[in-house]
C-alpha cells in the first residue's frame, strides 16, 4: 500500500533562517505531488505541484521554493524564513490520472519568531 | 475562478443525531470531488471520492452525493459519534487546469 512520510512535524525557527521541510511516497510510482499550506481562518492554500521530477509550478509568489531531486520525494525550502511564513504545511500525492484520489501526509508545523 | 463554499462554518448536535454537512462549487467541470477529515493539528484523511460521473459514493455510516450541474455536494453521516467530531473539507479538481480546489471546511462537534 502507499503511505507517505512528511518531517519534521514541528519546527520552530528565526526569522532569516533557512528551512526544509521533506515529503516521501512509498508504494507508487511517478506520483503528483503538492506542497499546501493552511493558516487558521483561510483554508488550504496550494504552494507548489509536480508532475514529475525537476517539474515544479508555482501557485503562489513568495520566498518559498520547491525541488523534486528524485520521483518520490519534494522537498519545501526557503533561503530566508518570515513572519508570514508561520503556519501548517502539508505535502499531498495523487496519481497522474486526473480520477485520482488526493492522500495528504501528517503535517509539518512551522512557527516563525 | 473556481470557489468552493462550505457551509456552516461550524455545527454542533448531540450524539445519535443525523447530519449533512453542504458544499458548492461555482465551476462545474471537475474531475471529481473528493471529501476529507482533518483532526487537529493533523493532516487530512481522505473518507469518499466522487467521480464527475458518479452521484453517490458511501462508506460505513458516511455517504457522499454530487449533483455537478446545481454545483452542489452533500456529506450525510448517520448516527452521529462523538468520535466524528472534526473538520470536514470538499475539496474539486477542476478540469482546465488540473488544480484541486479547496473550502475552508466545516467544523463539527458532537455533543456525548
Known amino acids: 500500500s502507499q503511505t507517505i512520510h512528511q518531517w519534521p512535524a514541528t519546527l520552530v525557527q528565526p526569522v532569516g533562517s533557512p528551512l526544509s521541510l521533506e515529503c516521501t511516497v512509498e508504494?507508487?510510482?511517478?506520483?503528483?505531488l503538492y506542497w499546501y499550506r493552511q493558516a487558521a481562518g483561510r483554508g488550504l492554500q496550494l504552494l507548489f505541484y509536480s508532475v514529475g521530477i525537476g517539474q515544479i509550478s508555482s501557485e503562489v509568489p513568495q520566498n518559498l521554493s520547491a525541488s523534486r531531486p528524485q520521483d518520490r520525494q519534494f522537498i519545501l525550502s526557503s533561503k530566508k524564513l518570515l513572519l508570514s511564513d508561520s503556519g501548517f504545511y502539508l505535502c499531498?500525492?495523487?496519481?497522474?490520472?486526473?480520477?485520482?484520489?488526493?492522500?495528504f501526509g501528517e503535517g509539518s508545523r512551522l512557527t516563525v519568531l | 475562478k473556481q470557489e468552493v463554499t462550505q457551509i456552516p462554518a461550524a455545527l454542533s448536535v448531540p450524539e445519535g443525531e443525523n447530519l449533512v454537512l453542504n458544499c458548492s462549487f461555482t465551476d462545474s467541470a471537475i474531475y471529481n470531488l473528493q471529501w476529507f477529515r482533518q483532526d487537529p493539528g493533523k493532516g487530512l484523511t481522505s473518507l469518499l471520492l466522487i467521480q464527475s460521473s458518479q452521484r453517490e459514493q458511501t462508506s460505513g455510516r458516511l455517504n457522499a452525493s454530487l449533483d455537478k450541474s446545481s454545483g452542489r455536494s452533500t456529506l450525510y453521516i448517520a448516527a452521529s459519534q462523538p468520535g466524528d467530531s472534526a473538520t470536514y473539507l470538499c475539496?474539486?479538481?477542476?478540469?482546465?487546469?488540473?488544480?484541486?480546489?479547496f473550502g475552508k471546511g466545516t467544523r463539527l462537534h458532537i455533543l456525548p
Open positions: 475539496a474539486v479538481r477542476r478540469i482546465r487546469d488540473d488544480k484541486i480546489i
Open positions: 508504494g507508487t510510482s511517478n506520483p503528483n
Open positions: 499531498a500525492w495523487s496519481t497522474g490520472l486526473s480520477t485520482g484520489e488526493l492522500f
